[in-house]
């Protein structure tokens, strides 16, 4: 399965920005939450409605209302958290799981620190949220342990992604689609995004 990616120029406007090392914390964190909406718009172009009837100032008519109850949002800690503020605003109603990984800096694999999801996970789709698609580590275990708890619809937003991330998850998940604003021309000897926008957990909360 292709990843799905965003090719609008007011997203590649925005990219420009976060991609700049002199972009300041705050602007980098806010446009982090509008890409990430403009990705949650994409993955819920499939989104099932249901018929109810409602009244306007003018008359009663038939419209579409979407259950948000069915859903869950998942962000990889830390830096997945910076996505969630734009999908709330859309999806106010979702549930929220949390998956906490590290990468080994030696190794470059996750090791797993925190899960957290709604006792009825697997009765939702899932969104899973890490703003960089990188190794592809962190996003293939978050989804083997969502599987794992019976989940069986899952989607993936990311910002940026490398070709090798998006390998490894589709040869690992391929029932998993991938949005994303870009795919970058690969990874460095360290395992970062080229030409990426260095440490996306760093640059949102500011720790460098």
């Keep these: 399965m292709e990843a799905i990616v965003l090719d609008n120029p007011l997203i590649?406007?925005?990219l420009s920005i976060i991609r700049n090392k002199n972009t300041g914390t705050k602007e980098f964190r806010e446009i982090i939450g509008e890409i990430a909406t403009f990705l949650c718009y994409e993955a819920m172009s499939d989104a099932k409605l249901e018929e109810i009837e409602i009244e306007?100032?003018?008359g009663k008519t038939k419209a579409k209302?979407?259950?948000e109850n069915q859903y869950a949002f998942v962000p990889i800690l830390r830096a997945g958290t910076g996505m969630l503020d734009g999908l709330l605003?859309?999806?106010p109603n979702a549930k929220i799981g949390h998956v906490g990984l590290y990468r080994d800096e030696e190794t470059l694999k996750p090791v797993r620190y925190y899960?957290?999801?709604?006792?009825?996970?697997a009765?939702?789709?899932?969104?899973?949220?890490d703003p960089m698609l990188a190794t592809g580590g962190s996003a293939t275990d978050t989804i083997t342990m969502l599987k794992e708890d019976g989940v069986k619809k899952i989607k993936f937003l990311c910002i940026?992604?490398?070709p090798e991330g998006i390998q490894k998850l589709e040869q690992?998940?391929?029932?998993?689609?991938?949005?994303?604003a870009s795919i970058d021309e690969k990874l460095n000897d360290v395992g970062y995004i080229v030409p990426g926008l260095g440490d996306a957990g760093d640059r949102i909360f500011g720790t460098k």
């Design 65 to 67: 209302r979407l259950d």
């Design 115 to 121: 899960y957290k999801m709604p006792k009825d996970i």
């Design 160 to 162: 940026l992604s490398a």
């Design 89 to 91: 605003k859309v999806m």
């Design 123 to 129: 009765n939702r789709e899932v969104i899973v949220l």
């Design 12 to 14: 590649k406007h925005k």
């Design 172 to 180: 690992e998940h391929p029932d998993v689609k991938i949005y994303t």
């Design 56 to 58: 306007t100032p003018i």
